[in-house]
Each structure stands twice: as structure tokens, then as C-alpha cells.
């Protein structure tokens, strides 16, 4: 997007280059990546980011706001909810497609989606110091958010996830960690905080204690690091038989806690009013139908990695839903061709990666990853076949 960078980028590059980039990244953890790493970062200029870092604090204030738990408590299930809850979530991740503004015809972000759930904050600390050995990336450029450096970003990362307790007592809790296409930032966590991934099949209760197999010793858990989501637990439970029901009480901290994966969520975009917030309704609140359907998406509040989401929103679709409740419509978000490549230009979407330790008085700015398309949605069934997209990273000018 810093037309200067890109230019020198795209002229540098060769096939080789990536090739042997994409080479040291698996060597290092072989078979872990699972997914298609694009051929190019995305560079922010200041006032780009400042845009993103602006719609970010400005949905943060809403969260802090003291009604916000009232507001959400009908985002979490019955069924899904967790006892235990605690005042506030210790991740929250900002979707933003890169957008034209249609009447100044800048370009500005525009908020996706937006989760209470952790994602890439290992991987994200790694890659990005491989591929400053392959590529010419200015040194005033980085993946770090706010004022964080490579050292005092892993330190925080060690902070947040142990809570100050022994790494063999925390745990990464997921279903079947080494079969999920993300288990590669699970390998880089443990390898910055000493934390390891575990299936939820092995845990062990005693109680309310809840303990693992470490090197062939019983040990307890004290602290979870929470990757289950429970809608792909509910879809696979039947496959995976026996294992600890989480949403008991138990003797441990949650980090972050599951109920705020509901709370802070496609739930939450109703109630946000902001420029690069497109406009978001509860479908079973929207009194009539918007004429023009065609610029708009349906999306139920309760899946992920866009699943059953209608893209091409038809009066049908609407007819058909039983439970209205559970979806929203949303304003449509026109991605904009942003990133040259030697085809033709790339889509890109930034996440931007907030944590919040106990004890803050609200969430920083971390770090932050991207994913660039061709197709008609972000996502690996959408652009098959096709180069310079999959997942990156974005390098913010200091």
C-alpha cells in the first residue's frame, strides 16, 4: 500500500527467493504449515494505521463500558456457557477489509468481524523474523503494534498466558491441536512461553481438578490458554469420545475465558456506530427488509471461519431462516484491489491483534497478521490456483 515499497518489492522479488523462504520456514517446524503463505507482506503507512488503530480504540471503548455484559448476555448459548467468568478478555482480534472510500476515494479500513479469542500471536512473532532474511524489509517497518519490540512482545506474550505460574501447569487446550491447520502458532508458543498443546481428550478430572500426561508425569492444570471453539467441539464431539466437559465448574484460570468468544463477536456489531463500522442489524429486529439486498450479507451469529455465511443475499434466504434471532444482516464490504502483484491485484484483510493483562485498564495493541485473496471471499476455497494471496503479515511504519 506505500506505493515506493511495493514498487521496490514486487521489482526484487524472484520465485527462487520465495521458494527458499518458504523452505526455512518449514524445516524449522516440518509439516506444521498448513496453509499458503502469500509472496508478499503488506506495508502500512502512519496514517493507514492510524486509521485502524482509531476504529480499534473507539469499539474498545464500547467494551469497556460498564453496561457491556448486559448488553451481550444473550450472545452466549445456554448450553456453551461457562462459569467462571471474568471481568474482561485477555485477547480480542479486529477483522478490517482495505476499503475506497466511495466519496473522497481514499482508502480506508472497514471492520469484518471481530472476536474475544485468541489467533496467530506466536506464529506472528516468528515468520516475519524469517522473512526479513529472504526480503528487503525497511527497519522502520514492523509487525509490532503500539511501542513493542520483538523481546518486550514475548515477554508479555510469557506474562499473559502463564500468569506468573509454572509453564508445565498451563496448558493450550484445543481439539486434536496436531490435526488443526493453525498448530503451527501452537509449536511457536510453546517454543516462546514453554506452554504445551493439548487435546481436550486428555485431560484428566479428579474433582474440579483438571490434570495432563507431561513426559509420562500426572501433572495439574492450573491455567488454560482456551483454543476450543465450541461449535466445532459440539460438531465433533461424537467422534472424539470421552473427554472433560469444560463448561463445568473446575478448578482453573481460563485464559481467555470462553463465554467472551460470544461476547465479543459478530453479537457485538450492532451496537457499534463508527465510519468503518458498516452498518450491522439483528436480523429478527430489522423491521423492513433493505431494498437493495445485493449489498448486503446474511451471517449467523453463532459459527466460524465463514461458514453459512450468504453472500449473494436474496428475500429466499431471509424467508427460509427459522431462528432470525440467531443472524445479522451486514452491510456489504467492497474490498478494494490493493496489493499490485505480476497478475492481477491482490484483496487484502488486516487482523489486528489486542491483548489485555490483569491489572491494565484496557487492551493494547499487539501485533497483527493479513490475508490476501482473489477471490470472492477471503479464504483458501476461494483462491485455489492462484499466487501472491494466503496468509501474511502486515509491517507498520514506525
Known sequence: MVTSLRKAYNAAFTEEQYNAFVDKLNSEYPGAIDFKIAETPVFIDKAFGNKLIDACESIVDIILDPAFKTLTENAIPAKDSVPGENDHAHMIAFDFGVCVNEETGEHEPRLIEMQGFPTLFGFQSWFPDIQRQFFSIPENYTQYLGNYTRDTYRDDLRSILTGNRPAENVILLEIKPHQQKTRIDFYCTETITGIRPVCITELIQEGKKLFYMRDGVKTAVQRIYNRVIFDELNAQKDQLGSFVDITQELDVEWIPHPNWFYRISKYTLPFIRHPYVPSTFFLDEIKQVPHDLENYVLKPLFSFAGQGVVIDVTQKDIDKITDPHNWILQRKVQYADIIETPDIPAKAEI???YWWKDGWA???????????????????????DKTWVGGTVCYFER
Do not use: E, H
Not at 362 to 384: D, H, T
Open 351 to 353: 487482523r489486528m491483534m
Open 362 to 384: 484496557r487492551p493494547k495493541p499487539a501485533i497483527n497478521l493479513a490475508r490476501l485473496s482473489k477471490g470472492k471471499m477471503i479464504g483458501v476455497r476461494y483462491n485455489k
